[in-house]
């Protein structure tokens, strides 16, 4: 039996409503683009029921920032910035097709590149990209979990924190606590004992933009900050996997030690970079089109459509 001409689109209860109604431009484009080729489309809340059932029901899945566990689902997800989207085989940012691919500017044009990023630093950041300054920071961009070691990190973030603190000696030390995470006690208690016993070391809720305005570097795990900060011309050390990884300096690959002794230096083109991996590499779901874009995407991951 063949795949039914029927596409799932699994969605939060809101957002279920929203492109119900017609109000989701995304979903607008994926419908039209569905439909022209035959397909129903039809938008199911993601619930972990829903997604279980999806294996077993005939056509295509699509899942909005969730592991696509079978053969015939795929996974959506913002490609950090409205409204530039992909869709992919897998969860795991790392695994992308972006991430896979070898980057070599000498193939791209450079003075587009500018233009493009000049226009995305004013709409991003309100102007704060305009006028970076180094007041000597070091912005490290904190996530979840900060105690343990995940395995695509090559240290725990507090570990991470203690390698900064070693390794630059002179600057002060940010550490960015993500506004939409909840910290348990224990793990603050482990970021004010580094406190008391740093007094370069101080801590910020949010306020991501000014951050990168007026620090050196990014030291991350794998924060989209460390993305961002190439709009501000400043270099980032990763101390985990991530698809924006070609221009980063990678504790994985360099060490500790290498990737610091690195990073006052470390200068490339970002936004001939930034141009590739965003404008080149993901669906822009405003686009004229954005439809051909969505198509060419699943058919590249094996959808008969």
Not at 25 to 47: C, D, P, Y
Not at 162 to 175: A, F, G, P, Y
């Amino acid at each position: 039996m063949g795949i039914a001409r029927i596409l799932r689109i699994y969605l939060e209860k809101a957002e279920v409503k929203r492109a119900r109604d017609g109000k989701y431009n995304l979903m607008n484009r994926i419908k039209s683009a569905f439909e022209h080729e035959g397909f129903r489309v039809e938008f199911v809340q993601n619930t972990q029921e829903q997604r279980q059932k999806s294996a077993t029901r005939n056509g295509y899945s699509l899942f909005f920032m969730e592991d696509p566990f079978h053969a015939r689902a795929l996974n959506l997800r913002l490609a950090y910035y409205f409204p530039y989207w992909r869709i992919e085989e897998t969860a795991e940012r790392w695994a992308f097709d972006v991430a896979l691919k070898d980057y070599d500017p000498c193939e791209l044009e450079t003075d587009a590149a500018h233009d493009w990023a000049e226009k995305w630093r004013g709409f991003l950041f309100k102007g704060k990209a305009a006028n970076p300054v180094r007041e000597g920071i070091v912005y490290v961009p904190l996530q979840g979990r900060l105690l343990e070691r995940r395995s695509f990190q090559e240290a725990a973030p507090i570990e991470m924190i203690r390698h900064v603190l070693e390794q630059d000696q002179s600057r002060k030390i940010l550490l960015g606590l993500h506004p939409k995470e909840t910290y348990s006690d224990t793990e603050m208690a482990a970021l004010e004992t580094i406190l008391s016993d740093n007094p370069r070391a101080s801590i910020v809720l949010g306020n991501m933009a000014e951050s990168l305005r007026v620090c050196d570097y990014v030291v991350s795990e794998n924060s989209s900050a460390a993305l961002s900060a190439m709009f501000f011309g400043k270099p980032a050390i990763l101390f985990g996997k991530i698809d924006f990884h070609h221009l980063m300096l990678n504790v994985a690959d360099l060490g500790v030690d290498e990737s610091f002794a690195r990073v006052e230096s470390h200068r490339p083109d970002f936004d001939t970079y930034l141009h590739w991996f965003i404008a080149k590499n993901a669906i822009k779901a405003d686009a004229q089109d954005a439809e051909a874009q969505i198509l060419a995407s699943v058919r590249r991951h094996g959808w008969q459509i």
